[in-house]
Protein backbone atom coordinates (compact mmCIF):
# COMPACT_ATOMS: atom_id res chain seq x y z
CA UNK A 1 0.00 0.00 0.00
CA UNK A 2 1.27 3.22 -1.19
CA UNK A 3 2.28 5.74 1.67
CA UNK A 4 2.21 9.19 0.92
CA UNK A 5 3.49 13.06 3.29
CA UNK A 6 1.95 16.07 2.81
CA UNK A 7 3.90 18.91 4.05
CA UNK A 8 1.93 22.17 4.82
CA UNK A 9 4.32 25.63 4.83
CA UNK A 10 2.20 28.10 3.37
CA UNK A 11 2.23 30.10 6.58
CA UNK A 12 3.58 33.32 6.66
CA UNK A 13 4.14 33.01 9.86
CA UNK A 14 3.03 36.56 10.87
CA UNK A 15 3.64 36.03 14.84
CA UNK A 16 7.58 35.67 14.65
CA UNK A 17 7.72 38.86 13.56
CA UNK A 18 10.94 38.16 11.18
CA UNK A 19 11.56 38.84 7.58
CA UNK A 20 12.29 34.97 7.52
CA UNK A 21 9.68 32.63 6.45
CA UNK A 22 8.54 30.80 9.61
CA UNK A 23 9.40 27.24 8.72
CA UNK A 24 13.09 28.55 7.62
CA UNK A 25 13.38 29.44 11.21
CA UNK A 26 16.04 27.00 12.81
CA UNK A 27 15.82 24.43 15.88
CA UNK A 28 19.08 23.39 16.53
CA UNK A 29 20.82 24.67 13.69
CA UNK A 30 17.95 22.75 11.53
CA UNK A 31 15.28 24.77 9.57
CA UNK A 32 11.86 23.42 11.13
CA UNK A 33 10.70 22.30 7.99
CA UNK A 34 14.29 20.59 6.94
CA UNK A 35 13.60 18.26 10.83
CA UNK A 36 10.00 17.63 9.79
CA UNK A 37 11.43 16.24 6.07
CA UNK A 38 14.12 14.46 7.96
CA UNK A 39 11.85 12.84 9.70
CA UNK A 40 9.62 11.77 7.49
CA UNK A 41 12.29 10.61 4.71
CA UNK A 42 12.65 7.99 7.29
CA UNK A 43 9.66 6.49 6.89
CA UNK A 44 9.98 5.42 3.37
CA UNK A 45 7.01 7.26 1.80
CA UNK A 46 6.53 6.95 -2.10
CA UNK A 47 5.22 10.52 -2.01
CA UNK A 48 6.21 13.31 -0.69
CA UNK A 49 4.46 16.79 -1.19
CA UNK A 50 5.10 20.45 -0.04
CA UNK A 51 2.91 23.08 -0.26
CA UNK A 52 4.67 26.20 -0.39
CA UNK A 53 3.29 29.90 -0.39
CA UNK A 54 5.37 32.76 1.10
CA UNK A 55 9.04 32.30 0.48
CA UNK A 56 8.82 29.36 -2.00
CA UNK A 57 12.06 30.35 -3.53
CA UNK A 58 13.55 29.75 0.05
CA UNK A 59 12.29 26.96 0.93
CA UNK A 60 12.76 25.06 -2.32
CA UNK A 61 16.53 26.41 -2.18
CA UNK A 62 16.93 24.39 1.23
CA UNK A 63 15.32 21.11 0.33
CA UNK A 64 16.04 20.73 -3.35
CA UNK A 65 14.53 18.08 -4.98
CA UNK A 66 13.80 15.54 -1.53
CA UNK A 67 10.17 16.52 -2.07
CA UNK A 68 7.71 17.38 -4.41
CA UNK A 69 6.18 20.95 -4.27
CA UNK A 70 2.71 22.57 -4.76
CA UNK A 71 1.95 26.20 -4.21
CA UNK A 72 -0.84 27.82 -2.86
CA UNK A 73 -1.37 30.86 -4.25
CA UNK A 74 -3.70 32.48 -1.63
CA UNK A 75 -4.06 31.64 2.05
CA UNK A 76 -7.38 29.96 2.37
CA UNK A 77 -6.75 27.43 5.24
CA UNK A 78 -5.49 23.95 5.87
CA UNK A 79 -8.23 22.28 3.53
CA UNK A 80 -7.67 24.38 1.19
CA UNK A 81 -3.60 24.07 1.16
CA UNK A 82 -4.19 20.35 1.49
CA UNK A 83 -6.39 20.64 -1.53
CA UNK A 84 -3.21 21.66 -4.19
CA UNK A 85 -1.59 18.33 -3.77
CA UNK A 86 -4.70 16.64 -5.78
CA UNK A 87 -2.77 17.19 -8.99
CA UNK A 88 0.33 14.87 -7.47
CA UNK A 89 -2.00 12.58 -5.37
CA UNK A 90 -5.38 12.86 -6.05
CA UNK A 91 -5.56 9.35 -8.83
CA UNK A 92 -3.29 7.68 -5.95
CA UNK A 93 -4.46 5.00 -4.23
CA UNK A 94 -3.21 3.74 0.03
CA UNK A 95 -2.33 6.36 3.23
CA UNK A 96 -1.70 10.00 3.23
CA UNK A 97 -0.25 11.65 6.40
CA UNK A 98 -0.56 15.58 6.84
CA UNK A 99 2.00 17.16 8.64
CA UNK A 100 2.73 20.85 9.23
CA UNK A 101 6.04 22.42 8.99
CA UNK A 102 6.36 24.19 11.94
CA UNK A 103 6.39 21.57 14.39
CA UNK A 104 9.72 20.44 14.44
CA UNK A 105 9.88 17.92 17.02
CA UNK A 106 8.10 14.53 15.39
CA UNK A 107 9.77 11.70 15.22
CA UNK A 108 9.70 9.07 12.15
CA UNK A 109 8.71 6.39 15.06
CA UNK A 110 5.96 8.13 15.92
CA UNK A 111 5.09 8.78 11.89
CA UNK A 112 5.70 4.48 11.95
CA UNK A 113 3.65 4.22 14.45
CA UNK A 114 0.43 6.11 13.33
CA UNK A 115 0.63 4.44 9.69
CA UNK A 116 0.45 1.28 11.53
CA UNK A 117 -2.25 2.05 13.54
CA UNK A 118 -4.24 3.54 11.05
CA UNK A 119 -3.97 0.14 8.46
CA UNK A 120 -4.95 -1.84 11.77
CA UNK A 121 -8.20 0.34 12.29
CA UNK A 122 -9.00 0.43 8.45
CA UNK A 123 -9.61 3.94 9.15
CA UNK A 124 -11.22 6.62 6.49
CA UNK A 125 -9.07 8.66 9.01
CA UNK A 126 -6.89 8.43 12.15
CA UNK A 127 -6.10 11.81 13.90
CA UNK A 128 -2.64 11.67 15.99
CA UNK A 129 -3.69 12.50 19.71
CA UNK A 130 -1.54 13.03 22.99
CA UNK A 131 -2.67 13.73 26.10
CA UNK A 132 -1.42 17.20 28.29
CA UNK A 133 -2.07 18.63 31.85
CA UNK A 134 -2.62 21.79 30.04
CA UNK A 135 -4.32 21.18 27.23
CA UNK A 136 -5.59 25.16 26.59
CA UNK A 137 -5.78 25.96 22.76
CA UNK A 138 -5.96 22.95 21.58
CA UNK A 139 -8.98 20.97 20.03
CA UNK A 140 -9.65 18.43 22.07
CA UNK A 141 -10.79 14.85 21.17
CA UNK A 142 -14.03 13.65 22.57
CA UNK A 143 -14.83 10.07 22.75
CA UNK A 144 -17.84 8.04 23.21
CA UNK A 145 -18.63 5.92 25.65
CA UNK A 146 -16.94 2.97 23.89
CA UNK A 147 -13.46 5.13 22.98
CA UNK A 148 -14.54 5.59 19.51
CA UNK A 149 -14.02 9.49 18.53
CA UNK A 150 -17.05 11.66 18.42
CA UNK A 151 -15.54 15.07 17.12
CA UNK A 152 -13.09 17.25 17.62
CA UNK A 153 -13.94 20.43 19.20
CA UNK A 154 -11.87 23.56 19.70
CA UNK A 155 -11.00 25.31 22.50
CA UNK A 156 -13.53 28.42 21.85
CA UNK A 157 -16.45 25.95 21.07
CA UNK A 158 -15.53 23.54 23.84
CA UNK A 159 -18.33 23.03 26.82
CA UNK A 160 -17.13 23.13 30.41
CA UNK A 161 -16.96 19.53 30.21
CA UNK A 162 -15.16 19.24 27.03
CA UNK A 163 -12.90 21.57 27.96
CA UNK A 164 -11.55 19.55 30.87
CA UNK A 165 -10.44 16.92 28.32
CA UNK A 166 -6.50 16.28 28.27
CA UNK A 167 -6.82 14.61 24.73
CA UNK A 168 -5.47 16.55 22.31
CA UNK A 169 -5.36 17.23 18.76
CA UNK A 170 -2.10 17.23 17.34
CA UNK A 171 -2.69 18.60 13.81
CA UNK A 172 -1.23 15.61 12.39
CA UNK A 173 -3.51 13.06 10.51
CA UNK A 174 -3.80 9.77 8.43
CA UNK A 175 -6.32 9.31 6.21
CA UNK A 176 -7.24 7.20 2.90
CA UNK A 177 -6.01 9.26 -0.01
CA UNK A 178 -8.73 8.87 -2.17
CA UNK A 179 -11.33 9.92 1.02
CA UNK A 180 -9.17 12.61 1.31
CA UNK A 181 -9.63 14.62 -1.34
CA UNK A 182 -13.54 13.47 -1.90
CA UNK A 183 -13.83 14.81 1.39
CA UNK A 184 -12.00 18.19 0.96
CA UNK A 185 -13.99 19.06 -1.89
CA UNK A 186 -17.16 19.13 0.62
CA UNK A 187 -15.69 21.46 2.30
CA UNK A 188 -17.12 25.24 3.17
CA UNK A 189 -15.89 28.11 4.33
CA UNK A 190 -18.68 29.72 6.19
CA UNK A 191 -16.45 30.67 9.23
CA UNK A 192 -15.41 34.27 10.57
CA UNK A 193 -12.05 33.55 8.42
CA UNK A 194 -13.47 32.41 5.28
CA UNK A 195 -11.11 29.68 5.39
CA UNK A 196 -11.44 26.10 4.54
CA UNK A 197 -10.36 23.90 7.46
CA UNK A 198 -8.52 20.37 7.12
CA UNK A 199 -10.01 19.25 10.51
CA UNK A 200 -13.83 19.81 8.89
CA UNK A 201 -12.90 16.60 6.99
CA UNK A 202 -13.19 14.70 10.07
CA UNK A 203 -17.03 15.95 10.31
CA UNK A 204 -17.44 14.95 6.65
CA UNK A 205 -16.22 11.53 7.39
CA UNK A 206 -18.47 11.04 10.38
CA UNK A 207 -21.01 11.81 8.99
CA UNK A 208 -21.04 9.28 6.28
CA UNK A 209 -20.51 6.82 8.59
CA UNK A 210 -16.73 6.44 7.47
CA UNK A 211 -14.30 4.57 10.54
CA UNK A 212 -12.55 7.20 12.01
CA UNK A 213 -9.59 6.69 14.80
CA UNK A 214 -7.57 8.41 17.19
CA UNK A 215 -3.84 7.02 17.95
CA UNK A 216 -2.72 8.36 21.22
CA UNK A 217 1.55 9.23 21.05
CA UNK A 218 3.43 9.08 24.24
CA UNK A 219 5.34 11.63 23.85
CA UNK A 220 3.37 15.38 24.07
CA UNK A 221 6.63 17.61 23.95
CA UNK A 222 6.73 16.01 20.28
CA UNK A 223 3.28 17.50 18.66
CA UNK A 224 4.60 21.20 19.54
CA UNK A 225 3.91 23.95 17.20
CA UNK A 226 6.08 27.13 16.90
CA UNK A 227 4.34 30.20 15.69
CA UNK A 228 6.22 32.49 18.04
CA UNK A 229 9.80 33.30 19.25
CA UNK A 230 8.81 31.80 22.49
CA UNK A 231 7.59 28.73 21.07
CA UNK A 232 10.89 28.17 19.31
CA UNK A 233 13.22 28.95 22.42
CA UNK A 234 11.07 26.25 24.06
CA UNK A 235 11.19 23.59 20.67
CA UNK A 236 14.94 24.41 20.89
CA UNK A 237 15.41 23.67 24.61
CA UNK A 238 13.58 19.88 23.92
CA UNK A 239 15.53 19.28 20.69
CA UNK A 240 18.65 20.00 22.57
CA UNK A 241 17.81 17.59 25.91
CA UNK A 242 17.18 15.12 23.15
CA UNK A 243 20.62 15.77 20.97
CA UNK A 244 22.55 15.59 23.93
CA UNK A 245 20.67 12.61 26.01
CA UNK A 246 21.89 10.77 22.08
CA UNK A 247 25.35 11.38 22.83
CA UNK A 248 25.52 10.55 26.31
CA UNK A 249 23.90 7.09 25.77
CA UNK A 250 26.18 6.64 22.97
CA UNK A 251 29.45 7.23 25.44
CA UNK A 252 30.02 10.43 25.32
CA UNK A 253 30.16 13.03 28.70
CA UNK A 254 28.24 16.32 28.45
CA UNK A 255 29.40 17.87 32.24
CA UNK A 256 26.11 20.03 32.39
CA UNK A 257 23.51 19.16 29.72
CA UNK A 258 21.62 22.11 30.28
CA UNK A 259 24.26 24.28 28.98
CA UNK A 260 25.88 22.36 26.19
CA UNK A 261 24.32 23.57 23.18
CA UNK A 262 24.86 20.89 19.65
CA UNK A 263 23.72 21.43 16.76
CA UNK A 264 21.03 18.18 15.44
CA UNK A 265 23.73 16.24 13.10
CA UNK A 266 27.11 16.43 14.52
CA UNK A 267 28.42 13.72 15.23
CA UNK A 268 30.88 12.28 18.51
CA UNK A 269 32.94 9.74 19.00
CA UNK A 270 32.71 7.43 23.19
CA UNK A 271 35.32 9.10 25.61
CA UNK A 272 35.09 12.56 24.47
CA UNK A 273 34.16 15.04 27.47
CA UNK A 274 32.00 18.23 26.40
CA UNK A 275 32.22 20.82 29.47
CA UNK A 276 29.87 23.53 30.23
CA UNK A 277 28.80 26.12 28.03
CA UNK A 278 30.03 24.82 24.83
CA UNK A 279 28.75 25.45 21.12
CA UNK A 280 28.86 22.51 18.82
CA UNK A 281 27.28 24.38 15.42
CA UNK A 282 27.25 22.54 11.96
CA UNK A 283 28.89 19.83 10.16
CA UNK A 284 30.88 19.31 13.05
CA UNK A 285 32.43 15.89 13.14
CA UNK A 286 34.50 14.75 16.79
CA UNK A 287 36.13 11.84 17.42
CA UNK A 288 36.70 9.52 20.49
CA UNK A 289 38.71 11.02 23.66
CA UNK A 290 38.62 14.25 22.90
CA UNK A 291 38.17 17.24 25.33
CA UNK A 292 36.05 20.11 24.11
CA UNK A 293 36.71 22.66 27.19
CA UNK A 294 34.28 25.05 28.70
CA UNK A 295 32.69 27.94 26.59
CA UNK A 296 34.87 26.99 23.22
CA UNK A 297 32.46 26.83 20.45
CA UNK A 298 33.33 24.68 17.15
CA UNK A 299 31.15 25.43 13.79
CA UNK A 300 31.64 22.79 10.30
CA UNK A 301 34.67 21.40 11.55
CA UNK A 302 36.60 18.18 12.33
CA UNK A 303 38.10 17.47 15.53
CA UNK A 304 40.24 14.11 15.77
CA UNK A 305 40.58 11.86 18.40
CA UNK A 306 42.27 12.80 21.72
CA UNK A 307 42.19 16.17 20.54
CA UNK A 308 41.91 18.91 23.31
CA UNK A 309 40.40 22.06 23.15
CA UNK A 310 40.39 24.49 26.06
CA UNK A 311 38.01 27.59 25.74
CA UNK A 312 38.82 28.60 22.07
CA UNK A 313 36.90 28.75 18.74
CA UNK A 314 36.96 26.89 15.57
CA UNK A 315 35.21 27.25 12.13
CA UNK A 316 35.48 25.60 8.99
CA UNK A 317 38.79 23.67 10.53
CA UNK A 318 40.33 20.52 11.11
CA UNK A 319 42.50 19.21 14.09
CA UNK A 320 44.03 15.86 13.79
CA UNK A 321 44.83 13.56 16.24
CA UNK A 322 46.34 14.36 19.55
CA UNK A 323 46.61 18.01 18.62
CA UNK A 324 45.84 20.94 21.19
CA UNK A 325 44.98 24.31 21.29
CA UNK A 326 44.30 27.24 23.88
CA UNK A 327 43.29 29.35 25.83
CA UNK A 328 41.64 31.79 23.83
CA UNK A 329 42.46 31.24 20.12
CA UNK A 330 40.73 31.08 16.73
CA UNK A 331 41.03 29.06 14.12
CA UNK A 332 40.00 30.34 10.65
CA UNK A 333 38.27 29.01 7.58
CA UNK A 334 41.07 26.65 6.04
CA UNK A 335 43.06 26.27 9.14
CA UNK A 336 44.80 22.66 9.92
CA UNK A 337 46.43 21.58 12.50
CA UNK A 338 48.35 18.32 12.66
CA UNK A 339 48.71 15.09 14.67
CA UNK A 340 50.30 16.43 17.83
CA UNK A 341 50.49 19.86 16.71
CA UNK A 342 50.13 22.44 19.68
CA UNK A 343 48.22 25.87 19.45
CA UNK A 344 48.79 27.91 22.89
CA UNK A 345 46.77 30.77 24.11
CA UNK A 346 45.73 34.07 21.96
CA UNK A 347 46.73 32.13 18.94
CA UNK A 348 44.94 32.81 15.81
CA UNK A 349 45.15 30.27 12.41
CA UNK A 350 43.86 31.42 9.40
CA UNK A 351 44.20 29.10 5.41
CA UNK A 352 47.30 27.50 7.24
CA UNK A 353 48.87 24.29 7.29
CA UNK A 354 50.49 23.35 10.75
CA UNK A 355 52.43 20.21 9.85
CA UNK A 356 52.91 17.21 12.88
CA UNK A 357 54.49 18.17 16.11
CA UNK A 358 54.54 22.11 14.86
CA UNK A 359 54.30 24.29 17.84
CA UNK A 360 52.84 28.17 17.92
CA UNK A 361 53.00 28.34 21.89
CA UNK A 362 51.23 32.03 22.46
CA UNK A 363 50.54 35.57 20.53
CA UNK A 364 51.08 34.50 17.09
CA UNK A 365 49.72 34.79 13.89
CA UNK A 366 49.29 32.32 10.85
CA UNK A 367 47.77 32.70 7.98
CA UNK A 368 47.85 31.80 3.92
CA UNK A 369 51.20 29.58 4.70
CA UNK A 370 52.04 25.96 4.45
CA UNK A 371 54.01 25.07 8.00
CA UNK A 372 55.88 21.69 8.02
CA UNK A 373 56.73 19.27 10.99
CA UNK A 374 58.54 19.99 14.07
CA UNK A 375 58.58 23.69 13.86
CA UNK A 376 58.90 26.08 16.81
CA UNK A 377 56.86 29.54 16.31
CA UNK A 378 58.08 32.11 18.95
CA UNK A 379 56.26 34.21 20.65
CA UNK A 380 54.53 37.51 19.09
CA UNK A 381 55.39 35.38 15.24
CA UNK A 382 53.29 37.11 12.67
CA UNK A 383 53.42 35.69 8.92
CA UNK A 384 52.29 39.33 6.94
CA UNK A 385 49.92 37.83 4.26
CA UNK A 386 48.48 41.14 3.43
CA UNK A 387 49.76 43.79 0.80
CA UNK A 388 46.39 46.03 0.92
CA UNK A 389 45.35 44.94 -2.08
CA UNK A 390 45.93 40.65 -2.01
CA UNK A 391 47.23 37.91 0.05
CA UNK A 392 50.18 36.19 -0.56
CA UNK A 393 51.80 32.53 0.45
CA UNK A 394 54.66 31.42 3.16
CA UNK A 395 56.17 28.41 3.19
CA UNK A 396 58.18 27.44 6.17
CA UNK A 397 59.89 24.15 6.05
CA UNK A 398 60.34 20.95 8.33
CA UNK A 399 62.63 21.39 11.93
CA UNK A 400 62.40 25.23 10.95
CA UNK A 401 62.79 27.63 14.06
CA UNK A 402 61.34 31.09 13.91
CA UNK A 403 62.01 33.68 16.73
CA UNK A 404 59.58 35.64 18.60
CA UNK A 405 58.44 38.71 17.38
CA UNK A 406 59.06 38.13 14.18
CA UNK A 407 57.15 38.86 11.19
CA UNK A 408 57.43 36.91 8.02
CA UNK A 409 56.56 38.78 5.42
CA UNK A 410 54.53 36.59 2.14
CA UNK A 411 55.48 35.75 -0.39
CA UNK A 412 58.56 34.13 1.20
CA UNK A 413 59.69 30.35 1.44
CA UNK A 414 61.78 29.44 4.87
CA UNK A 415 63.34 26.34 4.34
CA UNK A 416 63.45 22.81 6.77
CA UNK A 417 66.31 23.05 9.07
CA UNK A 418 66.25 26.75 9.27
CA UNK A 419 66.44 29.80 11.56
CA UNK A 420 64.72 32.98 11.65
CA UNK A 421 66.38 35.14 14.45
CA UNK A 422 64.08 36.71 17.02
CA UNK A 423 62.78 40.23 16.57
CA UNK A 424 63.60 40.06 12.13
CA UNK A 425 61.26 41.05 9.48
CA UNK A 426 61.66 38.53 6.87
CA UNK A 427 60.96 39.31 2.83
CA UNK A 428 63.29 37.03 1.71
CA UNK A 429 63.75 33.38 1.04
CA UNK A 430 65.90 31.67 3.96
CA UNK A 431 67.88 28.48 2.72
CA UNK A 432 68.91 25.37 4.67
CA UNK A 433 70.69 25.65 7.29
CA UNK A 434 71.13 29.33 7.26
CA UNK A 435 69.44 31.91 9.50
CA UNK A 436 67.91 34.62 8.77
CA UNK A 437 68.41 38.01 10.21
CA UNK A 438 66.53 41.54 9.56
CA UNK A 439 66.64 44.10 12.16
CA UNK A 440 69.50 46.84 13.14
CA UNK A 441 72.29 46.46 15.21
CA UNK A 442 72.32 47.23 19.01
CA UNK A 443 74.10 50.50 20.02
CA UNK A 444 74.01 51.86 23.77
CA UNK A 445 74.10 55.17 24.43
CA UNK A 446 76.54 55.78 27.45
CA UNK A 447 74.58 58.24 30.17
CA UNK A 448 71.32 58.72 27.76
CA UNK A 449 69.12 57.88 30.24
CA UNK A 450 69.23 61.00 32.52
CA UNK A 451 68.24 63.23 29.26
CA UNK A 452 64.63 61.28 29.06
CA UNK A 453 61.69 62.70 31.22
CA UNK A 454 61.89 59.47 32.73
CA UNK A 455 65.00 59.90 34.71
CA UNK A 456 63.16 62.73 37.43
CA UNK A 457 60.48 60.18 37.69
CA UNK A 458 62.93 57.54 38.30
CA UNK A 459 65.07 59.59 41.00
CA UNK A 460 61.35 60.85 42.70
CA UNK A 461 60.02 57.26 42.72
CA UNK A 462 63.38 55.93 44.43
CA UNK A 463 63.41 58.75 47.26
CA UNK A 464 59.79 57.91 47.89
CA UNK A 465 60.52 54.66 48.34
CA UNK A 466 63.40 54.94 50.68
CA UNK A 467 61.35 57.04 53.06
CA UNK A 468 59.22 54.44 53.32
CA UNK A 469 61.93 51.56 53.81
CA UNK A 470 60.95 49.85 50.89
CA UNK A 471 64.12 49.48 49.58
Do not use: W
Request: glycine share 10%; proline share 2%; hydrophobic share 35%.
Amino acid sequence: MEKNTIILAAGQGTRMKSKLYKVLHQVCGKAMVDHMLTQVEKTNMDHIVTIVGHGAEKVRELLGDRTEYAIQEQQLGTGHAVLQAEKILGDKDGMTMIVSGDTPLFTAKTFENLFEYHRQKGAAATILTARTENPFSYGRIVRNEVGIVSKIVEQKDATTEEAEIKEINTGVYCFDNQKLFAALHQVKNDNAQGEYYLPDVIGIMKDAGEIVAAYEMADFSESMGVNDRLALSKATKVMQRRINEEHMVNGVTIIDPENTYIDYGVEIGPDTIIEPGVQIQGNTKIGSSSVIGAHSKIVDSTIGDRVTVTSSQIESAIMHDDSNIGPHSHLRPQAEIGEFAHVGNYCEVKNAKLGARTKMGHLSYVGDADLGTDINIGCGVVFVNYDGMNKHHSTVGDYAFIGSNSNIVAPVTIADHSYVAAGSTITNDVNKFEMGIARGRQVNKEGYFKKLPVYDAALKAEEENNKKGLL
